[in-house]
């Protein structure tokens, strides 16, 4: 069975600040990928930033990188010189290629961009 | 091009009635996957389909059932309702399963009473 494991509940950052939320993960199997969606208070879930498990490069989605520590079992989103827009809940995911082709959702952190 | 559209936005149920949702995805797109989300048990998946036919399905009881069109709209409907079944259900769209991009539609927030 996969499982996301997001440990931060709630982070607070000034503004123009970086940012890094926490993401592990438990699979055995080899291929998946992990995947980050930020959800606003108003529901709508927005892809943020993708990574395979094969990928040897962070991948990085203009202010969005993925720090993958494959060994570790890790997958963090930093967020860099964050902006007020920024908050918003923030949510991990994984997907494996074998079986059922769902997403496994971590339990969020929720972002506060303070001025 | 228009997003993922999910209607209606807001429903208010009471327990024993039942209740259809729908999702029309992305034009092009032919996979459409459904997730439940609560406070309590987070985002949960609830089944996918392609090409019509149900490929996937979480562990959810019977009640909770799907089906997709061949314009690749999808409705879920979720009979004898329950208080536990106040969600926010979020649809979501691929091109075909198995690409790394869901696009997700604004959800249906679900109160039951």
């Known amino acids: 069975a996969q499982k996301i494991t997001q440990t931060q509940p709630g982070m607070f950052v000034q503004e123009k600040e970086a940012v890094t939320l926490d993401c592990t993960y438990d699979?055995?199997?080899?291929?998946?990928?992990l995947f980050w969606y930020k959800q606003p208070s108003s529901g709508e879930m927005i892809f943020l930033i993708y990574?395979?498990?094969?990928?040897?490069q962070n991948a990085t989605e203009g202010r969005y990188s993925l720090n993958f520590q494959k060994a570790r079992k890790s997958a963090n989103l930093v967020i860099s010189a964050s902006q007020l827009g920024d908050s918003a809940m923030y949510f991990c995911?994984?997907?494996?290629?074998?079986?059922?082709?769902?997403?496994?959702f971590g339990q969020g952190t929720r972002l506060t961009i303070n001025p | 091009k228009a997003g993922v559209t999910q209607t209606p936005r807001y429903l208010i149920k009471t327990r024993g009635q039942q209740v259809t949702l729908s999702c029309s995805p992305i034009?092009?797109?032919?996979?459409v996957s459904w997730y439940q989300q609560t406070p309590g048990q987070g985002l949960q998946f609830l089944f996918e389909?392609?090409?019509?036919?149900?490929?996937n399905k979480g562990n959810f009881p019977g009640r909770f059932s799907g089906r997709q069109f061949s314009n690749s709209r999808s409705e879920m409907n979720v009979s004898t309702l329950e208080l536990g079944d106040s969600a926010l259900y979020l649809c979501?769209?691929?091109?075909?399963?198995?690409?790394?991009?869901?696009?997700f539609g604004p959800g249906t927030r679900l109160t039951v009473l």
């Open positions: 979501a769209s691929s091109l075909e399963p198995g690409n790394n991009e869901q696009f």
């Open positions: 699979t055995s199997d080899q291929s998946y990928g």
């Open positions: 990574q395979g498990s094969y990928d040897e």
């Open positions: 995911a994984m997907r494996t290629f074998q079986g059922a082709q769902k997403l496994v």
């Open positions: 034009s092009g797109h032919r996979s």
């Open positions: 389909y392609f090409s019509e036919t149900q490929r």
